[in-house]
């Protein structure tokens, strides 16, 4: 493949007289470099491609139901309501006492989470999740992953902070300095 | 080694020439990262996008035609808009098209083609709860989706604010349509959580 007819034209004779013969070199290849490149490509494409695929997070919402004998209830003692604020700030408190409010983050939001769920009937334990109107889709993707990546069976996303919530966010982010 | 070479360049054109090239997206949109190992669909999609500066864009997946043209028909007839097939057609036929204006602005948007609004600033479609047009746009999408089946999909930026997505979210379910995906970036699931010790004992990926 990978060589040419280094020969002369087909009608000279071979060592005629007077005709100084040169010494035949090799025109040869070496093609293992070439094949190095070419696996190297390969594999860089490889890699490149198959990494990108975005993925999709499935959210199955609830219908509003206004009878309340149709409603699920929940015991206040078996719930964590978390509320995302700004900043990336997160705010928790247990049952239905918003005055036990407590901040935290999105990496320490896990224990919390775990250690509620340790000290509730898994048949009972839900987790309401509030965000905020300053809390980025960010927040709010990531407390949902948060939900499966905790193995939280039940939870719902609810869009009412109540003022009395807020003002307590409010406060809380004052007295630590949260602008 | 010549027989070598040559499979490997047959496999490097093979991958070149298979590998799909990213559509140059009109929006550049950060997505958050997840757990999820599901792809996310890529037929019969109604992408709803959320951008940074929380505006919300509306396009369908390029594959269907048929349920653009609906669409479009719907809500020009609804809105009163006499949109003129040149105008529909900027939204049919090219790819990548999306809407990202309320219905007063509709006409002129649809006069261009989506190459040459990039960079041009939109208002976005308006979804706050007085004035969620996000409504009329699902409902008429649901209608040209019908009998088939239909992904309503998400994509928000990273940066955007809970109210726009809220104002997403309330459409869909102004429509009863419950079920939607968010897209988001793979990662892998943390060691030591709940779902990675599932993951370890059942010996698979699933999430869900």
């Known amino acids: ?179 | 080694m010549t027989a070598m070479c040559d499979v490997a360049f047959l496999l490097l054109s093979f991958f070149i020439l298979t590998a799909k090239f990213k559509p140059s997206d009109a929006l550049t949109v950060n997505t958050p990262s997840s757990v999820q190992t599901k792809i996310a669909p890529e037929k019969d999609v109604v992408l709803i996008t959320i951008d940074k500066d929380n505006k919300v864009y509306l396009s369908i997946s390029d594959g269907n035609k048929a349920q653009k043209q609906d669409v479009i028909d719907a809500i020009s007839t609804a809105q009163n808009l006499n949109l003129s097939d040149a105008q529909k057609a900027n939204f049919v036929k090219k790819a990548g098209s999306y809407i990202a204006v309320p219905f007063s602005q509709l006409p002129s948007f649809l006069n261009h083609s989506p190459d040459e609004l990039k960079g041009i600033a939109v208002p976005g479609i308006p979804v706050d709860s007085a004035h969620n047009e996000m409504v009329q746009w699902i409902a008429a999408c649901k209608s040209a989706f019908q009998g088939g089946h239909m992904y309503l999909v998400v994509k928000g930026d990273n940066a955007a604010k809970y109210p726009a997505f809220q104002g997403v979210k309330n459409a869909f379910i102004k429509n009863d349509e419950m079920k939607f995906q968010v897209v988001t970036n793979p990662v892998s699931v943390p060691v030591g959580t709940e779902l990675y010790k599932k993951n370890m004992a059942t010996g698979s990926k699933a999430v869900n």
């Not at chain 1, 700004?86 to 901040?103: A, I, S």
């Not at chain 1, 048949?123 to 992953?145: E, G």
């Open chain 1, 1 to 179: 493949m990978a060589e040419m007819d280094t020969s002369g034209g087909g009608g000279h004779k071979k060592g005629g007289p007077g005709v100084k013969k040169g010494k035949k070199l090799s025109t040869r290849v070496d093609l293992t470099p070439m094949v190095d490149l070419g696996f190297l490509l390969i594999t860089f494409f490889i890699f490149t491609t198959t990494v990108s695929q975005p993925t999709a997070m499935k959210i199955f919402l609830p219908k509003d139901v206004d009878k309340p004998e149709e409603q699920n209830k929940v015991k206040a003692s078996a719930v964590l309501t978390i509320m995302l604020g700004k900043n990336d700030q997160v705010y928790y408190y247990e049952g239905d006492d918003p005055t036990k409010l407590q901040p935290t983050n999105y990496k320490a939001v896990r224990d919390v989470i775990l250690d509620k769920k340790r000290r509730t009937d898994t048949a009972d334990f839900v987790v309401v999740l509030k965000p905020t109107k300053d809390a980025s889709y960010k927040n709010v993707v990531n407390i949902l992953d948060e939900m499966t990546i905790d193995a939280v069976k039940r939870f719902a996303l609810v869009d009412l902070v109540s003022p009395y919530e807020a003002d307590l966010i409010k406060k809380t982010e004052d007295a630590n300095g949260v602008k």
